[in-house]
Protein backbone atom coordinates (compact mmCIF):
# COMPACT_ATOMS: atom_id res chain seq x y z
CA UNK A 1 0.00 0.00 0.00
CA UNK A 2 2.44 2.80 -1.13
CA UNK A 3 0.04 5.22 -1.72
CA UNK A 4 -4.25 5.04 -0.52
CA UNK A 5 -6.76 7.48 0.07
CA UNK A 6 -10.36 6.62 1.45
CA UNK A 7 -13.54 8.44 3.37
CA UNK A 8 -13.76 6.72 6.67
CA UNK A 9 -16.95 7.68 8.30
CA UNK A 10 -16.49 10.92 6.36
CA UNK A 11 -13.33 11.55 7.49
CA UNK A 12 -10.32 11.56 4.59
CA UNK A 13 -7.74 9.17 5.33
CA UNK A 14 -4.14 9.35 3.58
CA UNK A 15 -1.76 6.94 3.31
CA UNK A 16 1.56 7.98 0.92
CA UNK A 17 4.78 5.94 0.51
CA UNK A 18 3.49 3.30 2.67
CA UNK A 19 4.16 5.02 6.13
CA UNK A 20 2.91 8.65 5.95
CA UNK A 21 -0.75 8.92 7.40
CA UNK A 22 -2.85 11.99 7.34
CA UNK A 23 -6.35 12.05 8.28
CA UNK A 24 -7.91 15.53 7.30
CA UNK A 25 -5.01 16.92 5.72
CA UNK A 26 -3.33 16.72 9.33
CA UNK A 27 -0.08 14.71 9.29
CA UNK A 28 -0.66 12.11 12.00
CA UNK A 29 2.56 10.53 14.68
CA UNK A 30 2.74 6.93 13.88
CA UNK A 31 5.08 4.14 14.47
CA UNK A 32 5.55 0.59 13.78
CA UNK A 33 6.96 -2.32 16.19
CA UNK A 34 9.15 -4.16 14.50
CA UNK A 35 9.20 -7.15 16.83
CA UNK A 36 5.34 -6.98 16.95
CA UNK A 37 4.37 -5.85 13.22
CA UNK A 38 2.09 -3.85 14.96
CA UNK A 39 0.94 -0.12 14.21
CA UNK A 40 0.96 2.09 16.98
CA UNK A 41 0.09 6.34 17.56
CA UNK A 42 -0.41 9.23 20.26
CA UNK A 43 -3.57 9.17 19.11
CA UNK A 44 -4.46 5.81 20.26
CA UNK A 45 -2.15 5.10 23.17
CA UNK A 46 -3.38 1.87 24.41
CA UNK A 47 -4.07 0.09 21.06
CA UNK A 48 -2.10 -1.44 18.30
CA UNK A 49 -3.01 -2.67 15.08
CA UNK A 50 -1.66 -4.77 12.09
CA UNK A 51 -1.73 -2.34 9.73
CA UNK A 52 -1.65 1.33 9.09
CA UNK A 53 -5.41 1.98 7.75
CA UNK A 54 -6.53 0.02 10.67
CA UNK A 55 -5.12 2.41 13.11
CA UNK A 56 -5.72 5.31 10.82
CA UNK A 57 -9.63 4.11 10.80
CA UNK A 58 -9.39 3.67 14.54
CA UNK A 59 -7.66 7.48 15.36
CA UNK A 60 -10.38 9.05 12.38
CA UNK A 61 -13.16 7.30 14.49
CA UNK A 62 -12.39 7.91 18.22
CA UNK A 63 -9.36 10.44 18.60
CA UNK A 64 -11.73 13.71 20.14
CA UNK A 65 -9.47 15.46 16.87
CA UNK A 66 -12.00 14.03 14.62
CA UNK A 67 -14.93 13.90 16.51
CA UNK A 68 -18.42 14.49 14.44
CA UNK A 69 -19.99 13.81 17.67
CA UNK A 70 -22.90 16.59 19.03
CA UNK A 71 -25.02 16.90 22.22
CA UNK B 1 -3.79 12.60 53.68
CA UNK B 2 -5.68 11.05 51.28
CA UNK B 3 -8.20 8.17 51.64
CA UNK B 4 -8.76 6.33 48.22
CA UNK B 5 -11.88 4.08 48.59
CA UNK B 6 -13.18 1.49 45.99
CA UNK B 7 -15.65 3.72 43.86
CA UNK B 8 -18.95 1.06 44.72
CA UNK B 9 -18.47 1.92 48.21
CA UNK B 10 -19.00 5.68 48.49
CA UNK B 11 -21.57 7.12 50.28
CA UNK B 12 -24.33 9.02 48.92
CA UNK B 13 -22.40 12.04 50.17
CA UNK B 14 -19.13 10.94 49.30
CA UNK B 15 -20.52 10.30 45.66
CA UNK B 16 -21.71 14.11 45.59
CA UNK B 17 -18.68 15.17 46.76
CA UNK B 18 -16.44 13.41 44.06
CA UNK B 19 -18.90 14.68 41.37
CA UNK B 20 -19.33 18.36 42.92
CA UNK B 21 -15.24 18.70 43.07
CA UNK B 22 -14.83 17.61 39.41
CA UNK B 23 -17.63 20.23 37.96
CA UNK B 24 -16.08 22.84 40.21
CA UNK B 25 -12.98 21.97 38.67
CA UNK B 26 -14.04 22.01 35.01
CA UNK B 27 -15.91 25.17 35.79
CA UNK B 28 -12.23 27.07 37.08
CA UNK B 29 -10.81 25.41 33.74
CA UNK B 30 -8.02 23.20 35.90
CA UNK B 31 -10.16 19.96 34.91
CA UNK B 32 -9.37 20.68 31.03
CA UNK B 33 -5.55 21.21 32.15
CA UNK B 34 -4.75 18.27 33.66
CA UNK B 35 -7.11 16.95 29.64
CA UNK B 36 -3.78 18.56 28.26
CA UNK B 37 -1.19 17.60 30.30
CA UNK B 38 -2.15 14.10 29.52
CA UNK B 39 -3.32 14.62 25.78
CA UNK B 40 0.31 16.40 24.72
CA UNK B 41 2.81 14.70 27.02
CA UNK B 42 5.41 12.76 24.58
CA UNK B 43 3.94 8.62 24.22
CA UNK B 44 7.63 7.91 25.22
CA UNK B 45 7.19 9.74 28.04
CA UNK B 46 4.49 8.25 30.39
CA UNK B 47 3.53 4.92 28.16
CA UNK B 48 5.04 2.00 26.81
CA UNK B 49 8.24 2.95 29.60
CA UNK B 50 9.13 2.02 33.02
CA UNK B 51 7.94 6.07 33.28
CA UNK B 52 4.38 4.80 32.76
CA UNK B 53 3.65 4.00 36.77
CA UNK B 54 5.33 6.92 38.51
CA UNK B 55 4.28 9.74 35.69
CA UNK B 56 0.44 8.56 36.83
CA UNK B 57 0.95 8.43 40.00
CA UNK B 58 2.09 11.95 40.01
CA UNK B 59 -0.48 12.82 37.74
CA UNK B 60 -3.49 11.77 39.69
CA UNK B 61 -1.80 12.58 43.09
CA UNK B 62 -1.90 16.24 41.90
CA UNK B 63 -5.51 16.40 40.88
CA UNK B 64 -6.37 14.69 44.40
CA UNK B 65 -4.67 17.65 45.37
CA UNK B 66 -7.23 20.08 43.57
CA UNK B 67 -10.02 18.27 44.71
CA UNK B 68 -9.24 18.24 48.22
CA UNK B 69 -8.89 21.88 47.93
CA UNK B 70 -12.59 22.95 46.00
CA UNK B 71 -13.82 20.09 48.58
CA UNK B 72 -12.19 21.62 51.33
CA UNK B 73 -11.73 17.83 52.21
CA UNK B 74 -8.35 17.40 53.41
CA UNK B 75 -8.79 13.59 53.48
CA UNK B 76 -10.86 13.51 50.27
CA UNK B 77 -9.30 10.58 47.99
CA UNK B 78 -9.98 9.89 44.27
CA UNK B 79 -12.16 6.41 44.49
CA UNK B 80 -10.31 3.94 42.83
CA UNK B 81 -12.40 1.52 40.03
CA UNK B 82 -12.29 -2.13 41.43
CA UNK B 83 -11.76 -4.02 38.22
CA UNK B 84 -13.17 -7.14 39.01
CA UNK B 85 -16.55 -5.30 40.45
CA UNK B 86 -16.64 -2.53 38.23
CA UNK B 87 -18.62 -3.92 35.17
CA UNK B 88 -21.29 -2.48 33.94
CA UNK B 89 -24.15 -3.12 36.27
CA UNK B 90 -21.77 -1.77 39.28
CA UNK B 91 -22.95 1.15 41.00
CA UNK B 92 -20.20 3.91 40.14
CA UNK B 93 -21.99 3.65 37.03
CA UNK B 94 -25.04 4.79 38.59
CA UNK B 95 -26.66 8.42 37.78
CA UNK B 96 -25.45 10.13 41.35
CA UNK B 97 -21.83 9.09 40.12
CA UNK B 98 -20.06 8.38 36.90
CA UNK B 99 -23.39 7.99 34.74
CA UNK B 100 -23.82 5.07 32.52
CA UNK B 101 -22.58 3.85 29.18
CA UNK B 102 -23.43 5.63 25.97
CA UNK B 103 -26.20 5.40 23.87
CA UNK B 104 -26.59 3.80 20.44
CA UNK B 105 -24.00 6.36 19.04
CA UNK B 106 -21.77 6.33 22.10
CA UNK B 107 -22.75 9.43 23.72
CA UNK B 108 -23.19 9.66 27.13
CA UNK B 109 -26.80 10.38 28.12
CA UNK B 110 -27.21 9.78 32.21
CA UNK B 111 -25.35 10.84 34.98
CA UNK B 112 -23.48 14.18 36.22
CA UNK B 113 -21.36 14.09 32.93
CA UNK B 114 -24.00 13.47 30.44
CA UNK B 115 -24.43 15.37 27.41
CA UNK B 116 -25.25 18.80 27.81
CA UNK B 117 -23.62 18.81 30.95
CA UNK B 118 -19.75 18.02 29.99
CA UNK B 119 -18.08 18.47 26.74
CA UNK B 120 -14.71 17.03 26.54
CA UNK B 121 -11.76 18.93 24.40
CA UNK B 122 -9.19 18.19 21.97
CA UNK B 123 -5.57 17.95 22.57
CA UNK B 124 -5.97 21.82 21.44
CA UNK B 125 -8.15 22.38 24.23
CA UNK B 126 -10.97 23.17 22.00
CA UNK B 127 -14.35 21.92 22.75
CA UNK B 128 -15.29 18.68 20.86
CA UNK B 129 -18.42 17.00 22.20
CA UNK B 130 -20.08 15.07 24.49
CA UNK B 131 -18.57 12.09 26.60
CA UNK B 132 -18.78 8.71 24.64
CA UNK B 133 -18.31 5.22 25.83
CA UNK B 134 -18.93 2.33 24.41
CA UNK B 135 -18.69 -0.69 27.18
CA UNK B 136 -16.81 -3.87 25.59
CA UNK B 137 -17.35 -2.76 22.10
CA UNK B 138 -14.11 -2.16 20.86
CA UNK B 139 -13.09 -5.92 21.37
CA UNK B 140 -11.87 -6.50 24.91
CA UNK B 141 -15.73 -7.72 26.08
CA UNK B 142 -14.51 -8.10 29.76
CA UNK B 143 -12.87 -6.25 32.50
CA UNK B 144 -9.99 -7.86 34.28
CA UNK B 145 -10.74 -10.46 36.88
CA UNK B 146 -9.20 -10.78 40.49
CA UNK B 147 -7.55 -13.69 39.59
CA UNK B 148 -5.45 -11.94 36.72
CA UNK B 149 -5.11 -9.11 38.61
CA UNK B 150 -3.29 -11.65 41.42
CA UNK B 151 -1.28 -13.02 38.10
CA UNK B 152 0.25 -10.12 37.47
CA UNK B 153 1.24 -8.92 41.25
CA UNK B 154 3.49 -12.27 40.98
CA UNK B 155 5.02 -11.14 38.19
CA UNK B 156 9.21 -9.67 38.92
CA UNK B 157 11.14 -7.52 38.58
CA UNK B 158 9.60 -4.00 37.78
CA UNK B 159 11.22 -3.80 34.22
CA UNK B 160 13.58 -5.21 32.28
CA UNK B 161 15.29 -3.69 28.84
CA UNK B 162 14.33 -2.52 26.25
CA UNK B 163 12.32 -0.98 28.67
CA UNK B 164 9.06 -0.52 26.41
CA UNK B 165 6.29 -3.14 25.30
CA UNK B 166 8.47 -5.87 24.54
CA UNK B 167 9.87 -5.68 28.07
CA UNK B 168 9.84 -9.50 29.65
CA UNK B 169 9.46 -10.64 32.25
CA UNK B 170 8.14 -6.81 33.72
CA UNK B 171 5.62 -6.33 36.25
CA UNK B 172 5.11 -2.51 34.56
CA UNK B 173 4.57 -3.89 31.13
CA UNK B 174 2.02 -6.77 32.13
CA UNK B 175 0.52 -4.07 34.93
CA UNK B 176 0.21 -1.69 31.52
CA UNK B 177 -1.09 -4.17 29.65
CA UNK B 178 1.32 -5.05 26.59
CA UNK B 179 2.19 -8.92 27.93
CA UNK B 180 0.11 -10.57 29.99
CA UNK B 181 -3.08 -10.89 30.66
CA UNK B 182 -3.86 -6.81 29.77
CA UNK B 183 -4.91 -4.74 32.97
CA UNK B 184 -4.60 -1.21 32.26
CA UNK B 185 -5.20 -1.22 28.57
CA UNK B 186 -7.99 -3.25 28.55
CA UNK B 187 -9.58 -0.77 31.25
CA UNK B 188 -9.56 2.27 28.44
CA UNK B 189 -10.57 0.08 25.80
CA UNK B 190 -13.29 -1.59 27.59
CA UNK B 191 -15.06 1.86 28.46
CA UNK B 192 -13.98 3.02 24.72
CA UNK B 193 -15.35 6.34 23.63
CA UNK B 194 -13.37 9.32 25.46
CA UNK B 195 -11.05 6.92 26.88
CA UNK B 196 -9.47 5.67 23.75
CA UNK B 197 -7.36 8.32 22.65
CA UNK B 198 -4.77 10.34 24.37
CA UNK B 199 -7.17 12.81 25.54
CA UNK B 200 -9.03 9.76 28.03
CA UNK B 201 -8.96 12.29 31.42
CA UNK B 202 -11.89 13.88 29.94
CA UNK B 203 -13.77 10.72 31.22
CA UNK B 204 -13.50 11.23 34.80
CA UNK B 205 -13.36 7.58 35.34
CA UNK B 206 -9.84 7.80 33.96
CA UNK B 207 -8.76 9.10 37.32
CA UNK B 208 -10.53 5.85 39.05
CA UNK B 209 -9.24 3.93 36.44
CA UNK B 210 -5.93 5.16 37.14
CA UNK B 211 -6.16 5.20 41.10
CA UNK B 212 -7.02 1.39 40.64
CA UNK B 213 -3.39 0.89 38.85
CA UNK B 214 -1.82 2.53 41.19
CA UNK B 215 -3.06 0.64 44.15
CA UNK B 216 -1.91 -2.29 42.60
CA UNK B 217 1.67 -0.97 42.21
CA UNK B 218 1.36 0.29 45.56
CA UNK B 219 0.56 -3.20 46.79
CA UNK B 220 2.78 -4.78 44.45
CA UNK B 221 5.84 -2.68 46.36
CA UNK B 222 5.02 -3.89 50.30
CA UNK B 223 5.08 -7.31 47.98
CA UNK B 224 8.35 -6.92 46.83
CA UNK B 225 10.38 -4.56 48.69
CA UNK B 226 13.56 -5.66 47.50
CA UNK B 227 12.15 -4.97 44.13
CA UNK B 228 12.80 -1.58 43.22
CA UNK B 229 12.25 0.61 40.53
CA UNK B 230 13.97 -0.20 37.43
CA UNK B 231 16.24 1.30 35.28
CA UNK B 232 18.26 3.12 38.12
CA UNK B 233 20.53 4.51 35.46
CA UNK B 234 21.42 3.31 31.89
CA UNK B 235 17.98 3.64 30.48
CA UNK B 236 16.76 6.28 28.24
CA UNK B 237 16.32 9.93 29.66
CA UNK B 238 13.51 10.99 31.70
CA UNK B 239 12.70 6.74 32.88
CA UNK B 240 15.54 6.34 35.25
CA UNK B 241 15.06 6.45 38.69
CA UNK B 242 16.24 10.31 39.07
CA UNK B 243 15.82 11.60 35.83
CA UNK B 244 12.82 14.43 35.68
CA UNK B 245 9.96 12.67 33.90
CA UNK B 246 8.40 14.66 30.87
CA UNK B 247 5.48 16.78 30.91
CA UNK B 248 5.47 16.95 35.01
CA UNK B 249 5.36 20.64 36.36
CA UNK B 250 7.09 21.33 39.24
CA UNK B 251 4.47 21.16 42.28
CA UNK B 252 4.15 20.09 46.07
CA UNK B 253 6.64 17.09 44.91
CA UNK B 254 9.49 16.49 42.72
CA UNK B 255 8.86 15.32 39.11
CA UNK B 256 11.86 11.96 39.25
CA UNK B 257 10.50 8.28 39.47
CA UNK B 258 12.25 8.71 43.05
CA UNK B 259 10.10 11.35 44.16
CA UNK B 260 6.67 9.29 43.99
CA UNK B 261 7.49 5.88 45.01
CA UNK B 262 6.46 5.31 48.20
CA UNK B 263 2.78 6.23 48.59
CA UNK B 264 2.59 6.37 52.02
CA UNK B 265 5.14 9.19 52.06
CA UNK B 266 2.89 10.78 49.84
CA UNK B 267 -0.72 10.57 52.60
CA UNK B 268 -2.20 8.06 50.22
CA UNK B 269 -4.37 5.29 52.18
CA UNK B 270 -6.12 2.63 50.69
CA UNK B 271 -9.50 1.89 52.11
CA UNK B 272 -9.63 -1.78 53.68
CA UNK B 273 -13.54 -2.38 52.27
CA UNK B 274 -12.40 -4.09 49.44
CA UNK B 275 -10.63 -7.24 49.57
CA UNK B 276 -6.98 -7.04 50.11
CA UNK B 277 -5.50 -8.54 47.21
CA UNK B 278 -3.45 -11.32 49.07
CA UNK B 279 0.44 -12.44 48.67
CA UNK B 280 -0.83 -15.57 46.21
CA UNK B 281 0.25 -18.29 47.57
CA UNK B 282 3.48 -19.40 45.06
CA UNK B 283 3.08 -23.38 43.75
CA UNK B 284 6.08 -24.95 45.12
CA UNK B 285 8.26 -25.32 41.52
CA UNK B 286 9.04 -28.21 40.68
CA UNK B 287 12.40 -29.68 42.09
CA UNK B 288 15.85 -29.80 39.97
CA UNK B 289 18.10 -32.49 41.51
CA UNK B 290 22.06 -31.37 41.05
CA UNK B 291 23.62 -33.90 38.68
CA UNK B 292 20.69 -35.48 37.63
CA UNK B 293 19.71 -35.70 33.85
CA UNK B 294 18.22 -32.45 32.48
CA UNK B 295 14.65 -31.96 33.01
CA UNK B 296 12.30 -32.06 29.94
CA UNK B 297 10.09 -28.39 29.78
CA UNK B 298 8.28 -26.40 27.35
CA UNK B 299 6.87 -23.53 26.74
CA UNK B 300 3.45 -23.79 25.37
CA UNK B 301 2.37 -19.93 25.41
CA UNK B 302 4.04 -17.05 24.32
CA UNK B 303 4.97 -14.40 27.55
CA UNK B 304 5.04 -17.90 29.77
CA UNK B 305 7.66 -18.68 32.17
CA UNK B 306 8.67 -21.37 34.17
CA UNK B 307 10.39 -21.96 37.27
CA UNK B 308 12.31 -24.61 38.65
CA UNK B 309 14.40 -25.08 42.31
CA UNK B 310 17.17 -26.63 43.67
CA UNK B 311 19.03 -26.96 46.39
CA UNK B 312 22.96 -26.43 47.19
CA UNK B 313 24.07 -28.27 50.26
CA UNK B 314 27.45 -27.06 50.44
CA UNK B 315 29.34 -23.36 48.64
CA UNK B 316 30.86 -24.19 45.57
CA UNK B 317 30.73 -23.74 41.81
CA UNK B 318 28.07 -25.02 39.57
CA UNK B 319 26.13 -24.70 36.48
CA UNK B 320 22.87 -23.75 35.57
CA UNK B 321 22.07 -24.46 31.81
CA UNK B 322 19.14 -25.69 29.18
CA UNK B 323 19.63 -27.53 26.34
CA UNK B 324 17.46 -27.87 22.90
CA UNK B 325 16.44 -26.01 20.09
CA UNK B 326 14.66 -22.87 21.86
CA UNK B 327 16.23 -19.73 22.28
CA UNK B 328 15.54 -20.05 26.06
CA UNK B 329 16.48 -16.94 29.30
CA UNK B 330 17.59 -17.70 32.17
CA UNK B 331 17.06 -15.75 35.98
CA UNK B 332 18.60 -17.46 38.84
CA UNK B 333 16.94 -16.15 42.04
CA UNK B 334 18.66 -17.12 45.48
CA UNK B 335 19.42 -18.32 47.99
CA UNK B 336 16.50 -19.04 50.02
CA UNK B 337 14.47 -16.20 48.81
CA UNK B 338 12.57 -16.50 45.09
CA UNK B 339 12.65 -12.63 44.74
CA UNK B 340 16.62 -11.75 44.73
CA UNK B 341 18.04 -12.28 41.54
CA UNK B 342 21.61 -13.40 41.31
CA UNK B 343 22.41 -13.51 37.70
CA UNK B 344 20.62 -14.17 34.14
CA UNK B 345 22.18 -15.06 30.91
CA UNK B 346 20.43 -15.43 27.46
CA UNK B 347 22.87 -17.30 24.75
CA UNK B 348 25.99 -18.26 26.91
CA UNK B 349 25.08 -22.13 26.54
CA UNK B 350 25.31 -24.45 23.34
CA UNK B 351 23.22 -23.04 20.49
CA UNK B 352 21.01 -19.79 21.88
CA UNK B 353 20.53 -22.04 25.24
CA UNK B 354 21.24 -20.37 28.63
CA UNK B 355 23.97 -20.63 31.15
CA UNK B 356 24.98 -20.09 34.25
CA UNK B 357 28.43 -20.56 35.90
CA UNK B 358 28.55 -19.06 39.32
CA UNK B 359 29.97 -20.19 42.76
CA UNK B 360 26.87 -20.77 44.84
CA UNK B 361 26.69 -20.89 48.97
CA UNK B 362 24.43 -23.58 50.44
CA UNK B 363 20.90 -22.68 49.87
CA UNK B 364 17.53 -23.14 47.77
CA UNK B 365 17.91 -21.43 44.30
CA UNK B 366 15.60 -20.53 42.11
CA UNK B 367 15.75 -20.76 37.77
CA UNK B 368 13.35 -19.04 36.23
CA UNK B 369 13.22 -19.81 32.52
CA UNK B 370 11.54 -17.86 29.76
CA UNK B 371 11.75 -17.57 25.84
CA UNK B 372 14.10 -14.37 24.55
CA UNK B 373 11.32 -13.79 22.01
CA UNK B 374 8.37 -12.58 24.05
CA UNK B 375 6.11 -14.66 21.39
CA UNK B 376 7.74 -17.69 21.02
CA UNK B 377 6.80 -21.14 22.17
CA UNK B 378 9.33 -23.93 22.49
CA UNK B 379 11.15 -26.98 24.26
CA UNK B 380 13.67 -27.30 25.95
CA UNK B 381 15.23 -29.14 28.81
CA UNK B 382 17.06 -27.57 32.23
CA UNK B 383 20.13 -29.08 34.87
CA UNK B 384 21.82 -27.84 37.43
CA UNK B 385 25.50 -29.73 37.60
CA UNK B 386 28.21 -28.94 40.20
CA UNK B 387 31.34 -28.21 38.99
CA UNK B 388 34.82 -29.36 40.04
CA UNK B 389 35.55 -32.31 42.46
CA UNK B 390 34.93 -30.32 45.75
CA UNK B 391 33.99 -27.33 47.10
CA UNK B 392 35.93 -24.57 47.18
CA UNK B 393 37.04 -22.79 49.98
CA UNK B 394 34.99 -19.99 51.03
CA UNK B 395 37.39 -16.77 52.02
CA UNK B 396 38.02 -16.57 55.70
CA UNK B 397 38.02 -13.32 58.11
CA UNK B 398 39.84 -13.87 60.78
CA UNK B 399 38.76 -11.86 63.79
CA UNK B 400 41.24 -9.06 64.80
CA UNK B 401 43.00 -9.77 61.27
CA UNK B 402 43.73 -7.98 57.86
CA UNK B 403 40.70 -7.18 55.97
CA UNK B 404 40.00 -8.70 52.60
CA UNK B 405 39.81 -6.64 49.85
CA UNK B 406 37.50 -7.33 46.98
CA UNK B 407 35.13 -5.97 44.69
CA UNK B 408 31.56 -6.94 43.41
CA UNK B 409 32.07 -7.19 39.53
CA UNK B 410 29.02 -7.56 37.93
CA UNK B 411 24.99 -6.66 38.70
CA UNK B 412 23.53 -8.84 41.39
CA UNK B 413 26.28 -10.37 42.67
CA UNK B 414 27.54 -11.14 45.98
CA UNK B 415 30.48 -12.30 47.94
CA UNK B 416 30.65 -14.49 51.42
CA UNK B 417 33.07 -15.11 53.50
CA UNK B 418 33.18 -17.33 57.02
CA UNK B 419 34.71 -16.77 60.27
CA UNK B 420 34.93 -18.35 63.39
CA UNK B 421 34.26 -17.24 66.99
CA UNK B 422 35.93 -18.84 69.34
CA UNK B 423 34.57 -16.74 72.76
CA UNK B 424 31.15 -15.62 73.17
CA UNK B 425 31.61 -11.65 72.90
CA UNK B 426 30.14 -8.31 70.95
CA UNK B 427 32.01 -8.57 67.26
CA UNK B 428 31.87 -5.88 64.27
CA UNK B 429 31.73 -7.21 60.74
CA UNK B 430 31.90 -3.62 58.87
CA UNK B 431 32.87 -2.79 55.13
CA UNK B 432 34.79 -0.26 54.10
CA UNK B 433 35.50 2.21 50.95
CA UNK B 434 33.45 4.17 48.50
CA UNK B 435 30.83 1.35 47.58
CA UNK B 436 27.05 1.30 49.04
CA UNK B 437 27.42 -2.20 50.09
CA UNK B 438 24.83 -4.32 51.95
CA UNK B 439 25.16 -6.84 54.16
CA UNK B 440 23.68 -10.14 55.91
CA UNK B 441 24.92 -12.55 58.56
CA UNK B 442 23.83 -16.11 58.88
CA UNK B 443 24.78 -18.80 61.55
CA UNK B 444 26.04 -20.09 63.57
CA UNK B 445 27.32 -23.20 61.59
CA UNK B 446 25.01 -22.50 58.53
CA UNK B 447 24.62 -20.69 55.92
CA UNK B 448 21.21 -20.58 55.67
CA UNK B 449 19.47 -19.14 58.98
CA UNK B 450 19.89 -15.12 58.55
CA UNK B 451 20.39 -13.66 61.92
CA UNK B 452 21.36 -9.99 61.26
CA UNK B 453 21.56 -7.54 57.97
CA UNK B 454 22.65 -3.85 57.68
CA UNK B 455 22.57 -1.46 54.78
CA UNK B 456 24.52 2.09 55.62
CA UNK B 457 25.20 1.50 59.80
CA UNK B 458 29.02 2.07 58.60
CA UNK B 459 31.02 4.75 57.63
CA UNK B 460 29.34 6.58 54.66
CA UNK B 461 27.31 3.80 52.56
CA UNK B 462 29.09 1.25 54.09
CA UNK B 463 27.23 -1.74 55.79
CA UNK B 464 28.33 -2.20 59.80
CA UNK B 465 26.65 -5.39 62.18
CA UNK B 466 27.88 -5.07 65.80
CA UNK B 467 26.14 -7.79 68.20
CA UNK B 468 26.91 -10.25 70.53
CA UNK B 469 28.35 -14.10 69.13
CA UNK B 470 28.30 -17.32 70.85
CA UNK B 471 31.11 -19.61 69.40
CA UNK B 472 30.50 -20.83 66.32
CA UNK B 473 31.29 -20.51 62.62
CA UNK B 474 29.39 -17.49 60.84
CA UNK B 475 28.65 -16.45 57.04
CA UNK B 476 29.13 -12.77 55.55
CA UNK B 477 27.12 -11.66 52.28
CA UNK B 478 27.79 -8.62 50.53
CA UNK B 479 25.95 -7.42 47.86
CA UNK B 480 25.60 -4.06 46.35
CA UNK B 481 22.59 -2.25 47.67
CA UNK B 482 21.26 -1.60 44.36
CA UNK B 483 21.03 -4.67 42.51
CA UNK B 484 22.54 -3.33 39.31
CA UNK B 485 25.63 -1.24 41.64
CA UNK B 486 29.39 -2.36 41.22
CA UNK B 487 32.49 -1.23 43.16
CA UNK B 488 35.51 -2.34 45.63
CA UNK B 489 35.53 -2.79 49.15
CA UNK B 490 37.13 -4.25 52.16
CA UNK B 491 35.52 -5.93 54.78
CA UNK B 492 36.99 -7.00 58.12
CA UNK B 493 35.58 -8.58 61.65
CA UNK B 494 37.10 -7.17 64.98
CA UNK B 495 36.64 -8.02 68.89
CA UNK B 496 34.01 -5.24 70.26
Redesign the interface.
Known amino acids: MAHHKEIFEGRTIEIKDGVNLSINGKEI ?1 CHH ?1 R ?2 NKFYS ?7 YDSLLELAR ?2 AK ?4 F ?5 | MAIRKDANTLTAAERAEFVTAIQTLKAEGIYDRFVLRHANASMGDIHRCPAFLPWHRRFIFDLELELQRVSGNPNFGIPYWNWPSGGTNASMWNDDLLGGNGDAGGVVRTGPFRAGQWTVINSSGSPAGPLMREFGQNGLPTLPSQAEIDQVMAITPYDVPPWNTNSNPSFRNQLEGWIGPNLHNRGHVWVGGSMLPMTSPNDPVFFMHHCMVDKIWHEWQLRFPNQGYLPANGGPFGQNLTDPMGSTPSGQIGSRPIDVLDSAALGIIYDSAAPQPQPQPQPQPLLIVVGANPTQADISTPGEADVFRFDVPTFGPHTMFTTGPSDTFMTLFGPNDRNVEVASDDDAGENFNAQITRNLSAGTYYLRIRLYSPNATGNYAVGVRSDGAGPSPIPELIVDGVSINAAISAANESDVYRFNITTENTYTIETSGATDTFMTLHGPNSQIPEIDRNDDGGSSLNARIRRQMSPGEYFIRVRHFSPLGTGSYSIRVIRG
Do not use: G, M
Open positions: DDVKKYLPYTQEIHAAESHAKD
